[in-house]
């Protein structure tokens, strides 16, 4: 029995158990109003959007680290797809997402390694920095994405393109040195450190990946959503948390060894949860609410604890 639960079979069907248990609790009580097959398909819209960006950051939580930029980085990268898009028409829009992301997450992965401090520091202070540097880029005036760019906010485009990222970040993941030195890094530091593992080299290529996922939701993100304003005051955190979901999904069953299955579920199943209370006649805000308690449910059930630490 102990090893039929370890296996790869049983956690796909813990997945699928779960996202048929939050559609079917939601679908008893508004049978009308909640999880046609439209809808189904417009839940699904939404999650790929943060899954994107929970595959990327995987890369980092894996290793213990964090990012609180990335909700500045999103809108930023938003901004100069709108622009560019003026310009270059969709080569500009997707081309200048991804590299806006690329650039500020390297730069994020290199400031973490020379100053030697904590990641969540850090990344909080550059995202002061990179909210401020997307309101003087659009003085303060909303960035409306032209009509004539908006196919990859819909099917089919925004599901190749999710798509095509989850294949990209599974593949990094299970064959190539960064995924299994990022696991690595996680498990123990120091023992990677002693096994010759360049420890600050995977970490900058943990973040640079980040950015390059980071740039693909963005993508996706003003595609479907077709504007973007910059503001300062770190409004942009609310971005953070929905795409970190999906990573706390991927982390709990990556001992199944599908962690972008799982983030990719995770986030449907937290789509379908907003959409759910929205259904029940709970207020937009209710968003807000859900995300914290699954936030902490997951990182509760995620997170080793050891009897006695002091927690940081």
């Given at each position: 029995?102990?090893?039929l639960?370890s296996?790869?079979?049983?956690?796909?069907?813990?997945?699928?158990?779960?996202?048929?248990?939050v559609?079917?609790?939601?679908?008893?009580l508004r049978p009308?109003?909640?999880?046609?097959?439209t809808?189904m398909?417009?839940?699904l819209?939404d999650a790929l959007?943060y899954?994107?960006?929970?595959?990327?950051?995987?890369f980092?939580?894996?290793?213990?680290?964090?990012?609180f930029?990335v909700?500045?980085?999103i809108?930023?990268?938003?901004?100069m797809?709108?622009?560019?898009s003026?310009?270059?028409?969709?080569?500009?829009?997707v081309?200048?997402p991804?590299l806006t992301g690329?650039?500020?997450q390297?730069i994020?992965?290199?400031l973490y390694?020379?100053?030697?401090?904590p990641s969540?520091?850090?990344?909080?202070?550059?995202?002061?920095?990179?909210?401020?540097?997307?309101?003087?880029?659009?003085?303060?005036v909303e960035?409306?994405?032209?009509?004539?760019f908006r196919?990859?906010?819909?099917?089919?485009l925004?599901?190749?393109?999710?798509v095509?990222a989850?294949f990209?970040?599974?593949?990094?993941?299970?064959?190539t040195?960064?995924?299994?030195?990022?696991t690595a890094?996680?498990?123990?530091e120091?023992?990677?450190?002693?096994?010759?593992?360049?420890?600050?080299k995977?970490k900058?290529?943990?973040f640079?990946l980040f950015?390059?996922?980071?740039?693909?939701e963005?993508?996706?993100?003003i595609?479907?959503?077709?504007?973007m304003?910059?503001k300062?005051?770190m409004?942009?955190m609310s971005?953070?948390f929905?795409?970190l979901?999906?990573?706390?999904?991927?982390l709990?069953?990556?001992?199944?060894?599908?962690?972008?299955?799982?983030?990719?579920a995770?986030e449907?199943?937290?789509?379908?949860?907003?959409?759910?209370f929205?259904?029940?006649?709970?207020?937009?805000?209710?968003?807000?609410?859900v995300?914290?308690?699954?936030?902490?449910?997951?990182?509760?059930?995620?997170?080793?604890r050891v009897?006695?630490?002091?927690?940081?």
């Open positions: 029995m102990q090893k639960r296996g790869s079979a049983y956690g796909v069907l813990l997945m699928a158990v779960m996202l048929v248990a559609w079917g609790v939601f679908k008893i009308s109003t909640f999880g046609t097959p809808q398909l417009s839940y819209r959007i899954a994107v960006g929970g595959c990327g950051f995987y980092i939580v894996v290793m213990g680290l964090f990012d930029s909700g500045s980085i809108v930023m990268s938003c901004v797809a709108v622009t560019f003026e310009h270059f028409g969709y080569v500009g829009l081309l200048a991804i690329l650039l500020l390297l994020n992965g290199l390694i020379k100053l030697r401090i969540m520091i850090v990344t909080t202070g550059m995202a002061l920095i990179y909210e401020a540097l997307a309101v003087v880029a659009t003085g303060s960035k409306i994405l032209s009509k004539d196919a990859f906010g819909k099917y089919p925004n599901l190749i393109v999710a095509a989850f990209i970040c599974g593949f990094i993941l299970k064959y040195r960064v995924g299994t030195y990022a890094i996680g498990s123990n120091a023992v990677a450190r002693n096994m010759g593992i360049n420890v600050d995977y900058v290529l943990g640079v950015g390059f996922f980071l740039g693909v963005a993508l996706l993100s595609s479907y959503g077709t504007s304003t910059a300062t005051g409004v942009s971005r953070n929905q795409p979901m999906g990573t706390f999904f991927g709990a069953f990556r001992k199944y060894g599908h962690p972008v299955m799982a983030i990719v995770g449907y199943i937290v789509s379908m949860i907003f959409a759910g929205v259904a029940l006649g709970a207020p937009t805000t209710i968003n807000n609410v995300t914290g308690i699954v936030l902490l449910v997951v990182v509760a059930l995620t997170t080793k009897k006695g630490a002091v927690v940081k």
